[in-house]
T-cell receptor, first 115, second 113 residues
Framework: DARVTQTPRDKVTEMGQEVTMRCQPI?????VFWYRQTMMQGLELLAY????????DSGMPKDRFSAEMPDATLATLKIQPSEPRDSAVYFC?????????????FGQGTRLTVV | GNSVTQMEGPVTLSEEAFLTINCTYT??????LFWYVQYPGEGLQLLLK?????DKGSNKGFEATYRKETTSFHLEKGSVQVSDSAVYFC????????????FGKGTKLTVNP
């Protein structure tokens, strides 16, 4: 049963600390998304990658957030330094763009609390 | 830019009641339209989709028809169950399922026995 795996599921950290969230996309998918969910803003796209190259990261605060794909099996989202307003659920999703176009499959999310 | 507006919840229904959750969109071109469902503590799951005008997406008793003339994609189910309690999101993307999705705010549905 292929699924997107995110770690950790929950993270509580102090303001100013670095946070790293990891995502293992479904094997064979060439597109990876990072979304943030908050009560106020709903679901917002932070960044997405195709074949490990960033296609759009305009939704991501550049001064503190960074997203990378070191290889095809791992995507990371880092926040440094973290702030209380970053508290949210962060979702990774993967899919296959191009001729084999599929829908996006979501992971279970990382719930981040910055105190 | 693209946007999705869906009815605000929460929506509370009795089991076997009829469900409608309204969704309208603004987009250039011909987007693909989706309904995703989120159960408590879980990620989003695709419920159904439609990729062109007049297409009807359906799954698990839910249906939605892509109406270009009214820019709408309303979700319906004839008889809801307690297990349908979840948050439902309407979304669009410019080019099929693996391009970036723009989501509505979500509608929380509670079905009581």
């Amino acid at each position: 049963d292929a699924r997107v795996t995110q770690t950790p599921r929950d993270k509580v950290t102090e303001m100013g600390q670095e946070v790293t969230m990891r995502c293992q996309p479904i094997l064979g998918h060439n597109t990876v998304f990072w979304y943030r969910q908050t009560m106020m803003q709903g679901l917002e796209l932070l960044a997405y990658f195709r074949n490990r190259a960033p296609l759009d990261d305009s939704g991501m605060p550049k001064d503190r957030f960074s997203a990378e794909m070191p290889d095809a099996t791992l995507a990371t989202l880092k926040i440094q330094p973290s702030e209380p307003r970053d508290s949210a659920v962060y979702f990774c999703a993967s899919g296959h763009g191009g001729p084999l176009n599929t829908e996006a499959f979501f992971g279970q999310g990382t719930r981040l609390t910055v105190v | 830019g693209n946007s999705v507006t869906q009815m605000e919840g929460p929506v509370t229904l009795s089991e076997e009641a009829f469900l409608t959750i309204n969704c309208t969109y603004t987009a250039t071109g011909y987007p693909s339209l989706f309904w995703y469902v989120q159960y408590p503590g879980e990620g989003l799951q695709l419920l159904l989709k439609a990729t062109k005008a007049d297409d009807k997406g359906s799954n698990k008793g839910f249906e939605a028809t892509y109406r270009k003339e009214t820019t709408s994609f309303h979700l319906e189910k004839g008889s809801v169950q307690v297990s349908d309690s979840a948050v439902y999101f309407c979304a669009l993307s410019d080019q099929g399922g693996s391009e970036k999705l723009v989501f509505g705010k979500g509608t929380k549905l509670t079905v009581n026995p």
